[in-house]
């Protein structure tokens, strides 16, 4: 009877598929993979858009902050993606090749593995750790926040992570994604964190508990790190956040040999993932950095963007995509203003323009105008994005000294932003359920609403108060929406010329100075003492203390 925790029941079972590539022939290993897709499947497997359906826009507030939530997970795939899952595609099954279980070079690495382990090594002695390389290595690397992380879960996960084969009594792990911590790693460490990961594939394996603790020195414990990967015939191992190991000190270079010397010997292919700062940890030449460690990865910069929505690049194609998911009341189309603003606050970084045009989502939903404007992208950047804003700043600039300084200042979290705009949503809704006419609070309620849109807060209150003295406002909501309506730009008309002075003035806002001329004609009275009445003048009188 199998257990529960045996790697039968956590593994597929290999289903094997003819191969015409005559390299990919007889290899149970590669057999077992799933096909290879064209650019077309593939970008089609990649696609992840949130449900949406116009009539959500209708939907209460609070239904629809959740829904603007989904944008966390948006894809739109772009050329960039199905050529990162080209590259990983052919170097797994490349990695597998003279790998076949069961071989006279299988059992190989085996033998020699036993002999370095019997000399008190690692692996089988070099020369030289320094300048060790590897054919079967490669690098992506790219800015903060474009995703490549996401994307690269996303397409291996197309590939089962265990896979048994009964005939062979083996069971084979496809890859190891592992990520180097933010303080650095140590070989140890390293060595541990692959354990684990193996122990979750092949629970029945244990090999933490075997080879994990105690007080093996570090050779012994990576040659068994090392027998255990060719036994479970991992056919790639990406390590993520590589930039980290700067951080390591001393280690640095020792883990990156080691990391290498692995690959060497038992054949298998290692992806490198991190920001601009890996450039150094690899040890490349910036201009090297596109061409990156192997072939098949070019770095992942910001998006291109040619400015017109009419000749459309990378930036275009994605924000055409994202602007179609809009849960406001009063959706704005997209115009080639406002794409090429969303390009200035995000400058082409994928995770930020996303969170953004979530941000201003919320904005508008929270404060009832339901709609985006130039003006919400400003407030909003303002205030929920300063700790990206030195990151943006450096992007802008160019200036190599300050893109080193803050390549790798880590976006807000998605998570963190919507549990903002929720508490914003939940303490302006108690509050304008709380607070009536007449009471002290009232109006700075209502000014407090306008204040977080953007309006200047001593128009706010001048606004708020007017409301408030006009009656016709029940509660905080009723006179936030009443104070929005008054601030709004009334569209002209033909007939606007016909108009009275006094209709005029209805449709002025309370601190609109032009509403001191048009009192004057209605009331007889000068405009300075309208100004006054206002408060957007002093007295005079007491202010130079005449009698």
């Known amino acids: 009877m199998i257990s529960q925790n045996s790697a039968v029941s956590t593994a597929v079972t290999a289903v094997y598929t003819e191969q015409r590539i005559p390299r990919y022939r007889n290899n149970p290993l590669i057999a077992a993979l799933p096909p290879a897709l064209d650019d077309e499947a593939l970008g089609e497997y990649l696609y992840a858009l949130p449900s949406f359906e116009k009539e959500q826009r209708t939907w209460p507030p609070f239904e629809r902050l959740h829904l603007v939530a989904e944008l966390s997970s948006f894809m739109s795939p772009l050329q960039r993606h199905v050529v990162l899952g080209w590259a990983l595609d052919t170097m797994l099954r490349q990695g597998y090749v003279g790998r076949t279980p069961r071989t006279a070079a299988h059992v190989q690495v085996f033998q020699k593995l036993y002999e370095a382990q019997q000399a008190g090594k690692a692996f089988s002695p070099v020369d030289d750790l320094k300048h060790v390389t590897s054919q079967n290595s490669s690098a992506l690397i790219g800015v903060s926040g ?136 690899l040890g490349l030449d910036f201009s090297q950095g596109r061409r990156s460690v192997g072939s098949g990865f070019p770095e992942w910069g910001h998006l291109s963007a040619s400015h017109d929505l009419k000749e459309p690049l990378e930036w275009e194609d994605f924000i055409t995509t994202l602007w179609t998911f809009q849960w406001l009341k009063n959706p704005v189309e997209l115009t080639q203003a406002l794409a090429d603003l969303l390009f200035y606050y995000s400058q082409g970084i994928i995770d930020i323009a996303i969170k953004l045009f979530a941000c201003c989502q919320w904005q508008a939903i929270i404060d009832g105008s339901e709609t985006i404007t130039a003006q919400t992208f400003a407030f909003v950047w303002n205030r929920d994005f300063t700790r990206v804003q030195p990151m943006i700043d450096a992007y802008r600039s160019g200036d190599a000294t300050l893109l080193d300084q803050y390549g790798d200042i880590a976006p807000v979290k998605f998570s963190n932003l919507l549990d903002g705009a929720l508490n914003k949503f939940e303490g302006l809704r108690n509050q304008k359920a709380s607070v009536r006419p007449g009471h002290q609070d009232f109006a700075p309620a209502i000014a407090s609403a306008l204040v977080s849109i953007g309006v200047d807060k001593d128009r706010a209150l001048n606004i708020a108060d007017a409301v408030e003295a006009q009656g016709k406002a029940d509660t905080v909501l009723d006179g936030a929406k009443a104070a929005i309506e008054l601030i709004k730009p009334h569209k002209s008309t033909r007939r606007a010329k016909a108009k009275t002075a006094s209709s005029v003035a209805q449709e002025l806002a309370p601190d609109d100075y032009r509403k001191a001329i048009n009192d004057s004609i209605v009331k007889g009275n000068t405009i300075f003492e309208n100004l006054l009445s206002m408060g957007a003048v002093c007295n005079l009188d007491s202010l130079l203390e005449l009698e």
């Open 146 to 281: 474009q995703g490549k992380t996401t994307t690269l879960r996303r397409l291996m996960r197309r590939y089962p992570q265990a896979i048994h084969h009964p005939d062979l009594d083996i069971t084979q792990i496809t890859y190891i994604h592992i990520e180097t911590p933010a303080d650095g790693a140590s070989i140890k460490g390293l060595a541990h964190s692959i354990l684990r990961k193996i122990d979750q594939l092949v629970p029945d394996g244990n090999y933490y508990q075997k080879y994990g603790k105690g007080t093996m020195s570090v050779e012994t414990i990576l040659n068994h790190v090392a027998r255990v990967m060719h036994m479970h015939c991992v056919g790639l191992l990406i390590v993520d956040e590589v930039q980290n190991l700067r951080h390591g000190g001393k280690n640095m270079q020792k883990l990156m040999a080691v990391l290498v010397s692995a690959s060497n010997e038992l054949g298998v292919p290692i992806l490198f993932v991190g920001t601009n700062r890996a450039i150094k940890v």
